[in-house]
C-alpha cells in the first residue's frame, strides 16, 4: 500500500534530528620513525654551550722490539670532531578561549600528540639527511645503487633520469662487505628501507621465509627482519635524490653501524601553555634542541633505489 502525502520524513523532521561528533579524530598515518633509537647518542642535557667537540685520536701500530734498542715510541695529533647543537624547532598553536569552551576535548589531546610527531619527525628526518656524507662524501657523492652496491649514484645516467635501481641480494651482500672492510662492529647494524623496496625484498625467496621476517614484536614500530645480521626496517622518511632531469626522484636506503650517525639532544622535546589575555587565548608551544652530525663516515652506506 502507498503512503500519502502528508507523512514525517527526514526533510519535514531535519530540525529535530541532532548532529553527533564523535570524540575521536581522524588523522592522517605517521611515518614509522626509527633513526633515533639506532644511532649514537651523546647526552648533552642541562649543559651549557653550542659544540661537542669529540677527540679523534689515530688508531696505532705495534713495533717489534729489537734487543738492546731503545722502544720505538707512538705520537699523534688528535683531530676533533665538531658537534654544531645549532637545531631549536617548535610547534605552536594559539586556542582562542571560545573554541577551547566550545569544542571537544580530543582537540587538545590531538595537539598534544601531534606537537611531539612533527618534532620527532623532523629530528628523524636530520639523522638520516647525514648518510649524505657517509663513506667520505658529500651530498651523497659516494652513495651507490641498490642493485650492486658498487656502482656509485649518477644523476645524469639514463639521459638525466639517474641510475637508482632495486636493492637485490647481491647488493646487500656488498654493501654488507663495505661495513665488513671498515671493521664496523658486527652488532647493532641497521638496514633503513622504503616500502617499495620492502615489496622488492619479499621477491626474493630467502627474504620472504620466516628466518627473515621472523615474529619480533618490534615489528609494530617499523622493524621487518633482518638480513645478514642487520635489522631492517621499514620508514617512509628517508631522504630523497633527484636526477639531473630535476623530476626523477630516488629514496636513499640506509645501511649502517650504530656509530654512523650521532645525536646530541640539549634539550628533549618539552610542552608549556601559557595564557595571552591580549588574544584571551591559550598559547601552545612544543619544542626541542638538538644537533646531529656523521660521527663514523666508514660506518654507513647510501643505497639509491627508486621512490
Known amino acids: 500500500m502507498a503512503l500519502g502525502t ?7 523532521s531535519a530540525n529535530f ?3 553527533v561528533w564523535s570524540d575521536e579524530v581522524l588523522a592522517a598515518y605517521k611515518s614509522n620513525l626509527v633513526a633515533s633509537m639506532l644511532v649514537k647518542k651523546i647526552g648533552f642535557k642541562g649543559k651549557k654551550g653550542d659544540t661537542i667537540h669529540v677527540p679523534k685520536p689515530a688508531r696505532g701500530a705495534a713495533s717489534e722490539k729489537a734487543a738492546s734498542t731503545q722502544v720505538t715510541l707512538i705520537t699523534d695529533t688528535a683531530g676533533v670532531l665538531n658537534i654544531s647543537i ?14 577551547e569552551v566550545q569544542r571537544l576535548a580530543s582537540a587538545r589531546s590531538f595537539y598534544t600528540d601531534d606537537a611531539g610527531y612533527a618534532l620527532a619527525k623532523k629530528v628523524d628526518s636530520d639523522l638520516l639527511a647525514n648518510a649524505a656524507g657517509f663513506q667520505g662524501g658529500t651530498a651523497y657523492s659516494t652513495a651507490v645503487i641498490g ?6 649514484w649518477d644523476g645524469s645516467a639514463s639521459t638525466n633520469t639517474g641510475n ?18 671498515n671493521d664496523v662492529p658486527l652488532d647493532k ?10 615489496n622488492v625484498l619479499l621477491g626474493i625467496t630467502r627474504f620472504s621465509s620466516s628466518d627473515f621476517i621472523g615474529n619480533d614484536p618490534r615489528v609494530t614500530s617499523g622493524k621487518f627482519g633482518d638480513v645478514y645480521g642487520a635489522s631492517v626496517y621499514v620508514t ?8 639531473d632531469d630535476s623530476s626523477t626522484n630516488y629514496k636513499v636506503c640506509v645501511l649502517m653501524g650504530q656509530d654512523a650517525i650521532v645525536h646530541a639532544e640539549q634539550l628533549a622535546i618539552r610542552t608549556q ?27 654507513g652506506v647510501g643505497l639509491v633505489v627508486p621512490a
Not at 637508482?164 to 672492510?181: C, K, M, P, V, Y
Not at 647494524?189 to 620492502?198: E, V
Not at 626541542?288 to 660506518?299: L, Q
Request: no cysteine; hydrophobic share 30%.
Open 17 to 19: 534530528i541532532p548532529e
Open 189 to 198: 647494524r641497521s638496514l633503513l628501507i622504503n616500502p617499495g623496496q620492502k
Open 6 to 12: 502528508n507523512h514525517e520524513t527526514v526533510t519535514t
Open 86 to 99: 645549532d637545531q631549536h624547532w617548535e610547534y605552536s598553536r594559539l586556542i582562542e578561549d571560545i573554541a
Open 164 to 181: 637508482g635501481a632495486d636493492l637485490s641480494d647481491a647488493g646487500l651482500r656488498r654493501a654488507i662487505q663495505t661495513l665488513d672492510d
Open 236 to 243: 617512509t622518511n628517508l631522504p630523497t635524490v633527484q636526477a
Open 147 to 152: 642493485s650492486d652496491a658498487a656502482t656509485v
Open 273 to 299: 601553555t601559557q595564557y595571552k589575555q591580549e588574544y584571551l587565548g591559550t598559547l601552545f608551544t612544543a619544542d626541542t634542541i638538538y644537533g646531529t652530525s656523521v660521527y663514523r663516515d666508514t660506518a
